[in-house]
């Protein structure tokens, strides 16, 4: 079982940026896709981004389309998201874990996450 840990949260101003990592222990994960997510306040956990194994092809939910940007280094065993123009609406825990591509459903189990907080 691949043991993730997020971090690289924080406290931003809107219109801010961060660059969260999420760091794999193990030797398959390179194999897997990839996403991130987040869970707001009061809400249930949703889908941010996915990238295959390969890094070739990402796909981002709407939120974050134009503004975020997932990739990931194979030789650190990290995955990163990238993070801009940052909105008040965009503060939550975000967590990665393996993905499916297609459906972006998470497939793993998760790891503690990391704070994103926007103040306006």
């Known amino acids: 079982q691949v043991q993730l840990v997020e971090s690289g949260g924080g406290l931003v101003q809107a219109g801010g940026s961060l660059r969260l990592s999420c760091v794999a222990d193990?030797?398959?994960?390179?194999?897997?896709?990839m996403g991130w997510f987040r869970q707001r306040p009061g809400k249930e956990r949703e889908f941010v981004a996915v990238i295959t194994g390969s890094g070739i092809s990402t796909d981002y939910a709407d939120s974050g389309k134009g503004r975020f940007i997932i990739s990931r280094d194979a030789a650190k065993n990290t995955v990163y998201l990238q993070m801009n123009g940052l909105k008040p609406e965009n503060t939550a825990v975000y967590y990665c874990?393996?993905?499916?591509?297609?459906?972006?459903?998470?497939?793993?189990?998760w790891g503690q996450g990391t704070q994103v907080t926007v103040s306006s």
């Open positions: 193990g030797r398959t994960w390179r194999f897997y896709n």
């Open positions: 874990n393996k993905a499916d591509f297609v459906s972006r459903r998470a497939l793993g189990l």
